[in-house]
C-alpha cells in the first residue's frame, strides 16, 4: 500500500514537473530566440555580435554558449565547485569558456544590450560526470527580456550545440565561420561542428562571416512553398533590423529566366502583401551555387532555404544552401 502511494506520488511530481516544462516552451515560442555559439576569441564575438544586431527589441532574447569537453579528472576542488554551482561568473574561477562568456557579454554591452542592472539567476546542472557539469547565468530585464550565458559540457561542440537546442527551443543557431568543410561523401565519415550543426539542426542556422561595411538581406527564392516561407520569415527579420532587401533567383538555362524572373515577382508579392518594401529583385542565368556567392557576397546576409532533402538525396545532388554556406564569403543564413 506504501509502495503504490509513493507510485501516486511519483507520478503527480511528474506530471506537475512536465507541465511546467511544456508551459516554459509555449512562452519561448511566443519569443525570437537566437542561440549564439563562440568557440574562441579570434572571430572578436562575431556570434554574439550578429546575436545582439539581430535582435533589436525586448521581444528578443539571447543565449550565448560555450561547450567544453568533459573532464572527468575532477581537477576542480570541492570548494572551487560550489562557488561555480553557486555564481560562475563571481566564483573567480576560470573554467574553460568562462573567460569568452565574460568576452562575449561585453561585445553584447557594446551593442547596446548591458545587463549590469538586469535580475540574475544561476543556474547548475549535472552533465557527463563531469565535475562542473553545466552552469549558466540568465540576466533578466524588467521588459521581460532573457540574456543567457551557458558553460555547456559535452563529448564535442556539435553534440553540445544541438543538446542545447533540444532545451530551448530557438528560431536560429548562429556559428562562426568553419575552419574546413568537407564534400557531402566525405561527411558521412566525419565533419567539422558548423557542417553537422548544420546538416541536423531543426532550427534555421546561420554562419557568420562579418563584414561592418556590408548591408542587406541577399534573398533566395526559387518559387517552392518552402522558400516562400523562407522569404516571410527572413524578410520581416531584415524589416525589424533595418536592413534593405534584394529578392534574387538563379535560372540554370536561358530556358529558365521566365521562371526565375516570376520567382522573384511572386515573392516581391508576398512581401508587398505584408507591407514589406523590397529595394531590388534580380535574377541571373547560370549555376545557382556560383550566382548566388557571386552577387549575394556583396551583401551582410545571403538567405537560402533549406530544401528538406535526406542526407542520401544530397549524396546524389548537392544542396544549393550547403554549397552557398561553404563557398559565400558573407554571412550565410539556412532558414528551415
Known amino acids: 500500500m506504501g509502495l503504490l502511494r509513493t507510485e501516486k ?14 508551459q516554459v516552451r509555449a512562452q519561448r515560442r511566443q519569443r525570437f530566440r ?10 572578436k564575438f562575431s556570434t554574439a555580435i550578429m546575436a545582439a544586431q539581430l535582435a533589436p527589441d525586448d521581444r528578443c532574447d539571447i543565449i550565448i554558449v560555450y561547450v ?5 579528472g575532477l581537477w576542480s576542488g570541492g570548494l572551487q565547485l560550489k562557488l561555480a554551482r553557486q555564481n560562475m561568473l563571481d566564483a573567480g574561477l576560470e573554467l574553460p569558456g568562462l573567460r569568452l562568456l565574460k568576452g562575449a557579454m561585453k561585445s553584447l554591452r557594446k551593442e547596446g544590450i548591458d545587463t549590469r542592472e538586469w535580475k540574475r539567476v544561476t543556474g547548475h546542472q549535472d552533465a557527463w560526470g563531469d565535475p562542473a557539469g553545466d552552469n549558466k547565468v540568465e540576466f533578466n530585464s524588467e521588459s521581460g527580456r532573457s540574456v543567457v550565458l551557458k558553460l555547456k559540457t559535452a563529448p564535442d561542440p556539435a553534440s553540445g550545440i544541438l543538446d542545447q537546442y533540444e532545451l530551448g527551443p530557438y528560431n536560429l543557431i548562429i556559428l562562426g565561420e568553419p575552419s574546413r568543410w568537407r564534400g557531402e561523401l566525405k561527411s558521412w565519415f566525419g565533419t567539422g561542428v558548423v557542417q553537422r550543426v548544420a546538416m541536423l539542426s531543426p ?3 546561420m554562419v557568420v562571416r562579418p563584414d561592418e561595411k556590408k548591408r542587406g538581406f541577399f534573398i533566395c527564392t526559387t518559387g517552392t512553398a518552402r522558400c516562400m516561407q523562407a522569404v516571410r520569415r527572413s524578410a520581416v527579420l531584415a524589416q525589424s533590423v533595418g536592413e534593405p532587401i534584394t529578392l534574387f533567383s538563379a535560372a540554370r538555362t536561358e530556358q529558365d529566366v521566365k521562371a526565375a524572373k516570376d520567382n522573384v515577382k511572386k515573392a516581391k508579392d508576398l512581401l508587398d502583401a505584408i507591407g514589406i518594401k523590397v529595394r531590388k529583385t534580380q535574377t541571373e542565368v547560370g549555376d545557382p551555387i556560383e550566382k548566388i556567392v557571386e552577387h549575394g557576397s556583396k551583401h551582410k546576409i545571403i538567405v537560402v532555404s533549406d530544401e528538406g532533402r535526406s542526407y542520401f538525396s544530397r549524396l546524389l545532388n548537392p544542396s544549393v544552401a550547403y554549397g552557398v554556406i561553404k563557398n559565400a564569403d558573407t554571412s550565410v543564413m539556412d532558414v528551415r
Do not use: G, H, N, Y
Open 203 to 205: 532550427a534555421s542556422v
Open 34 to 43: 537566437i542561440l549564439a555559439c563562440i568557440k574562441d576569441a579570434e572571430d
Open 9 to 22: 506520488r511519483k507520478e503527480r511530481l511528474e506530471r506537475a514537473v512536465q507541465k511546467t516544462v511544456d
Open 68 to 72: 567544453r569537453p568533459i573532464d572527468q
